[in-house]
C-alpha cells in the first residue's frame, strides 16, 4: 500500500492537533512536544505537522511506499523522464529512520518518496539537512532539482 504524504509546518502544536484530531475524527498516532503524525486509512494519508519545518504550510508532499523496491521504482521513472532527484538513504529525520528519494515539481514544491526502516527518538539527527529544515535552502537544492 502507498501512502500519500503531507507535512505542514505550523505555530502552535497543540492547537493544530486539536484542530485536526477533530477534522480527522481520531487523535495523532504519533505525539510529541513538536511533531505529530495522523496515519488515517480513508483516505490512505500520512498526515504530519510540525515546529520543526522552514515555514508554516504545507511543506513537502510525497509518498509512503512499503518496500524498498517500491522506493527505487518511483525513484527510477522520475529518472527516466529526466528528474532530477536526490537519494537519501538511512535518513534520520521525524522521529524514523528512512530511506528517501527526494525531487521538487516545476512550481518547486518538494516531494519525498520514502520507504520507514525504523523510529528514532529525535525529530532530527544531524545528517538530513533537508528535512524540516531551517536553513536558507530552496527546495531545488534541497531536493535535488539544481542536480542531475
Excluded at 107 to 130: K, L, M, N, S
Amino acid at each position: 500500500m502507498t501512502r500519500l504524504h503531507v507535512h505542514v509546518g505550523v505555530e502552535d502544536l497543540s492547537q493544530s492537533i486539536r484542530f485536526y484530531s477533530a477534522l480527522f475524527g481520531q487523535a495523532p498516532a504519533v505525539e510529541k512536544t513538536d511533531y505529530a503524525k495522523w496515519m488515517l486509512d480513508d483516505p490512505q494519508v500520512n498526515f504530519a505537522i510540525s515546529t520543526q519545518a522552514a515555514q508554516t504550510g504545507v511543506d513537502h508532499l510525497g509518498f509512503q511506499v512499503e518496500t524498498d523496491a517500491e522506493l527505487k521504482d518511483v525513484a527510477q521513472r522520475l529518472t527516466q523522464a529526466g528528474l532530477a532527484t536526490r537519494d537519501e538513504p538511512g535518513a534520520r529525520c521525524c522521529y524514523a529512520r528512512s530511506d528517501k528519494a527526494w525531487t521538487a515539481d516545476p512550481q518547486d514544491v518538494a516531494w519525498e518518496i520514502f520507504h520507514t526502516t525504523g523510529q528514532i527518538q529525535v525529530y532530527r539527527e544531524p545528517a538530513d539537512p533537508c528535512c524540516g529544515s531551517t536553513e536558507s535552502q530552496t527546495k531545488s537544492d534541497c531536493c535535488g532539482t539544481a542536480a542531475a
